[in-house]
Nanobody, 116 residues
Framework: QVQLVESGGGLVQAGGSLRLSCAAS????????MAWYRQAPGKQRELVAV???????NYADSVKGRFTISRDNARNTVYLQMNSLKSEDTAVYYC??????????WGQGTQVTVSS
């Protein structure tokens, strides 16, 4: 089993920055990719950013140029640096980790609220 612990959410003014962290622990032999999703009230969960084991990254169009995903392989930790935050970024952000085979894990979610 793999456990994910997220941190770094909070309340910030529009134009501000936040950094989310997600640490994975447990029986981890390999991680295929690590990602961040978000879900705003009344909306479906959407992919924000993903980083593969080869450090290939991909972003939702809405966050390109503002958000940066990175990972620390030694600590099995993924980060999401969020700059120039907008009110529409307000959501619960979820960490997502894929391991070989059927392993797909979710964090508990962390609230990000951007005030305009």
């Amino acid at each position: 089993q793999v456990q994910l612990v997220e941190s770094g959410g909070g309340l910030v003014q529009a134009g501000g920055s936040l950094r989310l962290s997600c640490a994975a622990s447990g029986r981890i032999f390999r991680i295929n990719y690590m990602a961040w999703y978000r879900q705003a009230p009344g909306k479906q969960r959407e992919l924000v950013a993903v980083i593969t084991s080869g450090d290939i990254t991909n972003y939702a169009d809405s966050v390109k140029g503002r958000f940066t995903i990175s990972r620390d392989n030694a600590r099995n930790t993924v980060y999401l640096q969020m700059n120039s935050l907008k009110s529409e970024d307000t959501a619960v952000y979820y960490c997502n980790v894929k391991t070989p085979g059927p392993g797909l894990y979710w964090g508990q979610g962390t609230q990000v609220t951007v005030s305009s």
